[in-house]
């Protein structure tokens, strides 16, 4: 696009490829943060001009990282209803009003969730003793919480390298009192399966994004997790807002986020290449259900129940 683009949109986008935005339900609420400071501040006065330009940013920040469907499903939140609840809109002042408005209802729907969510994982959950989880899921952390809280439970977390998100976790689960035990990324799956040091009775995953055939994409790491699980018939559960469903892998396969290498190993010697993806995939065929808003989800029931309840995700 010709025009600059503005500053809290491009600082927006920069803090969300940083990763000094983490989460998904995070980067959708930044990203709808940006807009509504944008829409409030710009100096555009033609209604068609001030739409296509917000769409333009709002699409920009949601793919600052290309796996956040929960963004994506945002902007098309938000588009969707401009035009059917706000039809004859043609002011730009009326219309900011109008984008402020939508994104503080997409927000409500994300916060309405996640208590739904809670709510369904303390059912599924009540039998557990000791639960796994892997990096930073709110939502999984606010079910193992509420476990606690019925009963004390012992919770597993894992250190997340190479940003270590799973010392937030820990430290989150710990100051709400679950006793909660660290172990290093590389000592998961066989953990997982062995009930010598402390039998794990479910693990509990967060997704960034989950495909039409039901895989979630998760921290790097989780496939080995979903393995270990599925090898040794402990019940894994992907904890999520259903809207993380991306119906666009419909014609296109998962893409997944390659940071840089410096992250691993920051004084590495010059010559030596490093991979280092963001995320891996757990095939469908490791998880026992999702917990959504929706209820808990057989991994094929999915993309039906989404579209059912959201009409406008299609």
Known sequence: MD???PDVI???IDDIAAIKVQGATNVALATFAAIEEWAKKTDITEWEVFKDRAATYANMLANARPNEPLAKNGVRYMMTNLTVKY???KDVKAGADAFIELASSYNK???ESKIKIAGYGLEVGKDTNTVFT???SSTAEAIIVGLNQQRKRVAIATETRPLYQGRITAKNLVTHGVKTIMIVDSAASYFIKDDENLPVDMVFLGADQVNVYGDAVNKVGSFSMGLASYFASKPLYIVTPSLKLDLTTI?????IELRK???IW???PEGLEIINPAFDIVPHQFITGYITELGVIKPGELEDKVRRAYEWVS
């Open 134 to 136: 892997h990096c930073h």
């Open 261 to 263: 290498g410096n992250e």
């Open 3 to 5: 025009q600059k683009i």
């Open 266 to 268: 920051p004084e590495a």
């Open 87 to 89: 039809p004859g809109i």
């Open 251 to 255: 014609y296109q396969p998962i893409k």
């Open 10 to 12: 491009q600082q927006t």
């Open 109 to 111: 729907l994300l916060r």
